[in-house]
Every structure is written in C-alpha cells, then in structure tokens.
C-alpha cells in the first residue's frame, strides 16, 4: 500500500522538479501523495478511463499538500499512460 510520504525539506525555497516548496507561503513541509477519499453515496472520484474499448475505470486522484498553510500545491494521477475517457 502506497500512503502520503513527506518530502525532504530542504529549507533552501528553491523549486525541485516537481515543485518543493509552497507557492504561498514557501513552507518545504509538503506531504505528498495523498488520496481523495469519497462517500460510498457518491461513487468513484478520479478521472475516468477506458478500458477494453467499452469498459470504463476511474484513476484516483492524488494531490501535494502543504503541511503550514494547508494549500493544494498539486494534483495528479500515477499512471498518466491511461485511454482517457472525455465523456
């Protein structure tokens, strides 16, 4: 099972590959990898793919978080090598 895991802080600001530190308040406390959780009312949430050329899935979302602030510094998937639904 793959969790959120903390980055390394680095304490310099500077932007890494993939984005360091918080672009509102400069914090490197950034958690990474974290899971949108939903209702079971409510479904699958992630963005919707294709899968046997009629079957649909849902990849879950993932986002950074800023552990000072509390802001989203990014979204994402693992695996963007997926037949994208865009219905």
């Known amino acids: 099972m ?13 932007t890494g590959p993939i984005g360091d530190h ?10 990474a990898g974290l899971r949108f959780n939903q209702n079971v009312e409510v479904g699958p949430f992630g ?3 294709t899968v046997l050329g009629f079957l649909s899935a849902v990849e879950t979302l993932r986002a950074d978080l800023c552990r000072n602030c509390g802001t989203v510094t990014r979204f994402y998937v693992k695996n963007a090598n997926r037949k994208w639904s865009m219905r």
């Open 2 to 14: 793959d969790g959120p895991e903390a980055r390394p802080q680095t304490g310099s600001g500077e």
């Open 22 to 31: 918080c672009p509102r308040c400069g914090s490197t406390d950034i958690v």
């Open 47 to 49: 963005i919707s793919y």
